[in-house]
């Protein structure tokens, strides 16, 4: 079975900060990891795929099997990065997406 | 280009009725997905189609919940009878060919069922 852990449920920084929002995974394969992002009044899109391995508005994110981890990174936070963000799983193309309970990420002025 | 289409926003119900979601995926996008959100919780897929047979429906509650895309194009999701467990957010999500293969879904704003 696939599981998706999403530790924290909120994470409040001033603007400018580092964030590391975490995501811890079990599946005995090789995953895919995602993480979907949900600004206010918007919906649920792509912001990230390990696959890829690139930097999608300053976020990074790097698959570490032996940690079983997916955490998406930023180094400075901006104002407009608070939203709600979900890591999710699946074990291949065509296959469902598993997500994680989600965390809210707050960004102060 | 229009985004993933859904409808009615927002239902409330008593238990034991019926309810039935509509959605419209982005044009071109053969695989269609019925997401169900509890509150507090992520997306959790309820049936999967590509065109229109079914590829996944592990997770739907078969006893209650119906979803069918007869035309491979617009779909719909039944609840009959409704418990108070269902309510959530009903997801519609949408991908292209190359977009199965990338992972990326295209989600609808989401149809808000609440059952009293």
């Known amino acids: 079975a696939q599981r998706v852990t999403q530790p924290e449920k909120l994470l409040s920084v001033f603007k400018g900060a580092p964030v590391e929002l975490k995501c811890n995974y079990s599946?005995?394969?090789?995953?895919?990891l995602f993480w979907y992002v949900q600004y206010s009044r918007q919906r649920l899109q792509l912001l990230l795929r390990?696959?890829s391995r690139e930097s999608i508005k300053g976020f990074t994110a790097d698959l570490n099997k032996g940690e079983t981890s997916f955490h998406l990174k930023k180094p400075f936070a901006q104002e407009e990065d608070s939203a709600m963000y979900y890591c999710?799983?699946?074990?291949?193309?065509?296959?469902?997406?598993?997500f994680g309970k989600g965390i809210t990420l707050s960004v102060r002025p | 280009e229009a985004g993933v289409a859904q409808s009615p926003r927002y239902k409330i119900i008593e238990k034991r009725q019926s309810v039935a979601f509509w959605c419209n995926p982005i044009s071109g996008h053969a695989t269609l997905y019925w997401y169900q959100q509890i509150l507090g919780q992520g997306p959790k897929l309820l049936i999967q189609f590509q065109n229109n047979g079914v590829v996944d429906d592990s997770q739907l509650p078969k006893d209650r919940f119906s979803a069918e895309r007869l035309k491979g194009v617009d779909s719909t999701l039944k609840i009959q009878p409704a418990k108070l467990e269902d309510s959530a957010v009903y997801l519609c999500?949408?991908?292209?060919?190359?977009?199965?293969?990338?992972?990326?879904?295209?989600f609808g704003e989401g149809s808000r069922l609440t059952v009293l």
């Open positions: 999500a949408s991908s292209s060919p190359s977009g199965v293969v990338t992972g990326e879904l295209f």
């Open positions: 999710a799983l699946r074990s291949g193309a065509n296959s469902k997406l598993t």
């Open positions: 390990h696959i």
């Open positions: 599946y005995s394969g090789s995953p895919e």
